[in-house]
């Protein structure tokens, strides 16, 4: 079939079925349908969530857990980086340059005496220093040593080869797809989070979705 006559017996059967359907939500309309007639196996061993949303939560979990091996074993080969958090401090303090102690502790969503400890060891090892906040004496600022720097860049090579891992297959369009799909959800959460810290879910659940769920 002529893939212009294709594509306008697409539309004609998407328009039929969705009114008010816009050019970009037929253009995700297809992509999907396309997908999903694609075999490429079970998630999840066939344990598939019923709701849309938490069938997407899982996936990004249970992704978030297989990325935490190649992560591990990422570390293994690094001097000095004991765990992921490590990495996450310099990497914070190596774009963001000297900050304080605090603020990383707050960034990073860390307890305040672990997030301490840790920065203490990576002071204790020279892969970052402190000083006295001249504009207040209660305060440390952190910054990353050169030797942190060298780290740094060990970490960047090989945490990237945990990424190609991880995506390996995947074509750079559909790369680009998913990022631009949940970047606005990374936007959106980062400039909420730090405001409902230690309350309910059904708190958070309302002040995020604007309803309001009854106690069970």
Same mark, same amino acid.
């Given at each position: 079939?002529?893939?212009?006559? /294709?594509? *306008?017996?697409?539309?004609?059967?998407?328009? /039929?079925?969705?009114?008010?359907?816009?050019? &970009? &939500?037929?253009?995700?309309?297809? %992509?999907?349908?396309?997908? $999903?007639?694609?075999?490429?196996?079970?998630?999840?061993?066939?344990?598939?969530?019923?709701?849309?949303?938490?069938?997407?939560?899982?996936?990004?979990?249970?992704?978030s857990s297989?990325?935490? *091996?190649?992560?591990? +074993?990422?570390?293994?080969?690094?001097?000095?980086?004991?765990?992921?958090?490590?990495?996450?401090? %310099?990497?914070?303090?190596?774009?963001?340059?000297?900050?304080?102690?605090?603020?990383?502790?707050?960034?990073?969503?860390? &307890?305040?005496?672990?997030?301490?400890?840790?920065?203490?060891?990576?002071? @204790?090892?020279? !892969?970052?220093?402190?000083?006295?906040?001249?504009?207040?004496?209660? +305060?440390? !600022?952190? +910054? *990353?040593?050169?030797?942190?720097?060298?780290?740094?860049?060990?970490?960047? $090579?090989?945490? +990237?080869?945990?990424? /190609?891992i991880i995506?390996?297959?995947?074509?750079?369009?559909?790369?680009?797809?998913?990022?631009? %799909? !949940?970047?606005?959800?990374?936007?959106?959460?980062?400039?909420?989070?730090?405001?409902?810290?230690? @309350?309910?879910?059904? $708190?958070?659940?309302?002040?995020?979705?604007? *309803?309001?769920?009854?106690?069970?």
């Amino acid at each position: 079939m002529n893939k212009t006559v /294709e594509l *306008v017996n697409e539309w004609a059967r998407f328009e /039929e079925k969705f009114k008010e359907g816009t050019i &970009e &939500e037929f253009c995700r309309h297809y %992509l999907i349908s396309q997908r $999903e007639k694609k075999e490429i196996g079970q998630n999840f061993k066939g344990v598939i969530p019923p709701q849309v949303d938490a069938y997407l939560a899982k996936l990004l979990g249970i992704i978030s857990s297989y990325m935490k *091996v190649y992560i591990d +074993s990422a570390i293994e080969e690094i001097p000095d980086i004991k765990r992921a958090e490590d990495f996450y401090v %310099l990497n914070t303090l190596g774009n963001l340059g000297e900050s304080r102690k605090t603020d990383i502790i707050n960034t990073h969503f860390l &307890e305040l005496s672990s997030g301490i400890d840790l920065m203490n060891r990576l002071v @204790k090892v020279k !892969l970052i220093q402190e000083r006295t906040d001249p504009e207040d004496k209660r +305060s440390r !600022l952190m +910054s *990353v040593t050169d030797k942190g720097q060298r780290a740094l860049m060990k970490c960047y $090579e090989k945490f +990237s080869r945990m990424a /190609e891992i991880i995506f390996w297959g995947m074509s750079i369009d559909d790369k680009k797809l998913c990022i631009q %799909l !949940l970047r606005g959800v990374e936007i959106k959460h980062g400039t909420i989070i730090h405001g409902l810290r230690g @309350k309910s879910l059904n $708190e958070i659940h309302a002040l995020v979705t604007g *309803v309001k769920m009854q106690r069970k």
